[in-house]
């Protein structure tokens, strides 16, 4: 029989998670593809405030898209609402995706 490798321990499908707020935790979609729109996205309008809204509503969904946007998030919250996001879907932490957002946008 010829060689295996067993990746099966290192596919893990857990949901993640983000909380913005006291009651407010939305389900991150972190599958490939949905990542892959959102990169398409960001590579379209870099960081635009544009491409962040469409990035968030791929990630978190219509509804918690609504309820973010209810809340009236200043620019900051929002690009930290957007970081965290980010972070979870590519499974770094935040403060290395905050260096990571804060290094492209400057």
Same mark, same amino acid.
């Given at each position: 029989?010829?060689?295996? *490798? =067993? ?9 993640? &998670? ?9 389900k991150v979609d972190d599958r490939k593809n949905t990542v892959l729109q959102?990169?398409?996205? @960001? ?6 405030? !544009?491409? *962040? =809204?469409?990035?968030?509503? @791929?990630?978190?969904? !219509? /509804?918690?898209?609504?309820?973010? /946007?209810?809340?009236? @998030? ?13 972070? @979870?879907?590519? =499974?770094?932490? &935040?403060? !290395?995706?905050?260096?990571? &957002? ?5």
């Open positions: 029989m010829g060689k295996i *490798i =067993d990746i099966s321990a290192k596919l893990v499908n857990e949901p993640k &998670f983000l909380q913005v707020a006291e009651g407010k935790t939305y959102m990169n398409a996205i @960001l590579n379209e309008g870099a960081a635009s405030a !544009e491409g *962040i =809204d469409k990035a968030i509503k @791929l990630g978190l969904g !219509e /509804e918690a898209f609504k309820e973010i /946007e209810a809340m009236e @998030l200043s620019i900051t919250a929002y690009q930290s609402l957007f970081i965290g996001m980010m972070a @979870l879907v590519t =499974d770094k932490s &935040f403060e !290395e995706m905050e260096k990571t &957002f804060r290094n492209t946008t400057a």
